[in-house]
């Protein structure tokens, strides 16, 4: 199996399981008002088939969400691998389509890799993670999983959301309703869930997933992201593994500078002129 764990040398940041809680130094920047935010409620796969990206535009007009394009580099090296000219409607499932960019995805083979929505050229987007594993299995899954992004800019919350995956027919079926108000604890204190009825649904079959993201209005949650803080979901009495939560972008740090480092080559290119 690949490891998920990603480490950006030099930048003095680890974000991986179990980060213990410390200061952060966080650079204050101008907190944008347009923008998207991006999830994926599976982040290891063993195919970009079973890819899904969940996604919310904010302070976007339609022609800047209609440019909007899906870039996936690889982490070893940094370099972008595929691109999905889609703009943007809620979302993306590359089991529906993109026949060429899969091509090019499956070409890369097991690996690493960063996705970032791109509006021309402009990421506008927090930076996720996918790791492709061929021999992956659902087995291998824990059955409750936190999902915690990093934000999608200055002064912006991560997104934070639920994952439960039935692996096989002993497991229990929890469902979309039972998501919807877990109990969220953040450095030990909980939260529970303040809204209306959550709903209904059906309960997923073996192999099945289900995924959720935290109703913010539903919740009284507030993230110190000047440090990292411990964050973990309970659903019927079920705990997930605590996952590492702060305002550190070292994904998106790592994007951009493979991007500032490429434009400067190109500069560099252009200045010297034709040889």
């Known amino acids: 199996m690949v490891r998920r764990m990603l480490v950006i040398v030099g930048m003095g940041i680890w974000m991986g399981q179990g980060a213990a809680t410390r200061p952060l130094v966080v650079p204050e920047q101008a907190t944008p008002t347009a923008y998207i935010e991006q999830w994926m409620p599976r982040e290891e796969v063993s195919d970009w088939k079973e890819v899904e990206v969940r996604s919310r535009a904010v302070g976007l007009d339609e022609a800047a969400r209609e440019a909007a394009c899906w870039e996936v580099r690889a982490v070893e090296g940094m370099k972008p691998v595929a691109g999905l000219d889609v703009g943007l409607e809620g979302g993306l499932d590359l089991k529906n389509g993109h026949e060429e960019a899969l091509k090019a995805l499956e070409a890369q083979g097991d690996g690493e890799y960063l996705a970032a929505w ?8 927090n930076v996720v993670r996918v790791t492709v594993d061929r021999n992956h299995k659902i087995t291998d899954e824990p059955l409750l999983r936190v999902v915690a992004t990093e934000p999608a800019g200055p002064g912006l919350m991560p997104v934070l ?40 649904g059906r309960a997923p079959r073996v192999g099945e997933h289900e995924a959720f993201e935290m109703p913010r209005g539903h919740y009284d949650v507030k ?42 080559v190109k500069s560099a290119q252009e200045a010297k002129g034709p040889e």
């Open 118 to 125: 791109l509006i021309r050229g402009k990421r506008v987007s």
């Open 161 to 200: 959301a639920v994952t439960t995956v039935r692996r096989k027919a002993e497991d229990p079926a929890l469902w979309m309703p039972q998501l919807v108000t877990a109990q969220w604890v953040v450095d030990g204190q909980v939260h529970r869930y303040q809204g209306g009825a959550a709903g209904k």
């Open 223 to 264: 993230l110190d992201l000047s440090k990292v803080e411990e964050v973990k979901v309970v659903v019927e009495g079920r705990e997930s593994a605590a996952v590492a939560v702060s305002g550190a972008t070292p994904l998106g740090d790592a994007w951009d500078a493979a991007v500032s480092g490429e434009r400067a």
